[in-house]
């Protein structure tokens, strides 16, 4: 039986660096150009942010990062399933593993920031489903008719 693993990764793979070009596209084809916060590979690099892959045996599964906001509040970014691998609780366990990272480091808060409509329902769904609520922006964000931030105290 295939079991998930889920490490940290460098983004230097020709299967994650695809996977981060299908959310960046769906973020495109689901949201105002404006509202595109959806980091490139180039982002997810930079210090502060800790990027994670998700494999079930040889085959990428997901992917997820969080973003250190300050000493106590992090970010999640980049959370996406590989379209062959939704419903089947990738998604629910790449994001309890970045919960338990951000636990690990001490962090009391995470937070995103996700859009409205009919393909962000599923995310927020699970996102609400462990706890998250929503809140007033953060960081660069702004609230408006599209964006919406969620948080949860750790």
């Known amino acids: 039986m295939a079991r998930l693993r889920i490490v940290e990764d460098d983004l230097s793979g020709e299967a994650i660096r695809g996977l981060v070009a299908l959310h960046l596209a769906g973020m495109h084809a689901h949201s ?5 916060h959806a980091l490139p590979v180039e982002a997810l690099r930079q210090p502060g942010v800790t990027f994670y892959s998700a494999w079930m045996d040889d085959d990428l599964a997901g ?14 970014k980049s959370m996406r399933v590989v379209p062959d691998f939704l419903g089947k609780g990738i998604g629910e366990a790449i994001l309890l ?3 338990a990272v951000a636990r690990a480091k001490g962090h009391a808060r995470v937070s995103l920031e996700t ?12 996102y609400r489903k462990h706890g ?4 007033a922006a953060f960081a660069d964000y702004v609230l408006d008719d599209f964006s919406q931030c969620l948080t949860l105290v750790l």
């Open 97 to 99: 593993h970045l919960l």
């Open 63 to 76: 992917m997820g990062a969080l973003r250190q906001i300050d000493p106590s509040h992090s970010e999640i």
């Open 132 to 135: 998250f609520n929503n809140c």
């Open 115 to 126: 859009g409205t409509g009919p393909a962000f329902e599923p995310a927020l769904r699970l």
């Open 32 to 36: 105002p150009a404006c509202k595109v």
